[in-house]
C-alpha cells in the first residue's frame, strides 16, 4: 500500500475554483484507479470523481462539467482541480487509490468550504 496526502483545501467563495492535491509515497502506476471522494456533515460518503491508468475519467453528476480529476503516475500525484464552487460542495475532499485487488489506499483528506 502507498500512503496518500491531500493537500489544497481551504475556503473560497460560490463561483471560486480550487486545485486539490493528492501525493503518493510510492509508485501508483500499478492501482488501477484513483478516486476522490467527499463527505460533508452529516452525509455519507460520496465518490466525486475517478480516473483509471489509461486516463478514462468518471465523474459524480453532481460536479460533472465543474471539477476535473487528473494523475501523472511519474509524479506520484493525482488532482482534483474544481471550478465553479457552490456551498454544497463543501466537505471533506478524500483521494483513494484503488488496486486491481486487495485493499485501497486513502488519504486522511483536506477541508474545502465554500461559502460567502
Known amino acids: 500500500q502507498v500512503d496518500l496526502v491531500e493537500s489544497g483545501g481551504g475556503f473560497v467563495q460560490p463561483g471560486g475554483s480550487l486545485r486539490l492535491s493528492c501525493a503518493a509515497d510510492?509508485?501508483?502506476?500499478?492501482?488501477?484507479?484513483i478516486r476522490w471522494y467527499r463527505q460533508a456533515p452529516g452525509k455519507q460518503l460520496e465518490r466525486v470523481a475517478e480516473?483509471?491508468?489509461?486516463?478514462?475519467?468518471n465523474y459524480a453528476d453532481s460536479v460533472e462539467a465543474r471539477f476535473i480529476i487528473l494523475r501523472d503516475n511519474a509524479q506520484r500525484m493525482s488532482w482534483l482541480q474544481m471550478n465553479n464552487l457552490k456551498p454544497e460542495d463543501t466537505a471533506v475532499y478524500f483521494c483513494?487509490?484503488?488496486?486491481?485487488?486487495?485493499?485501497?489506499?486513502w488519504g486522511p483528506g483536506t477541508q474545502v468550504n465554500v461559502s460567502a
Open positions: 483513494s487509490a484503488v488496486p486491481p485487488d486487495g485493499i485501497p489506499s
Open positions: 510510492g509508485s501508483i502506476s500499478g492501482y488501477d484507479l
Open positions: 480516473i483509471t491508468n489509461s486516463g478514462r475519467t
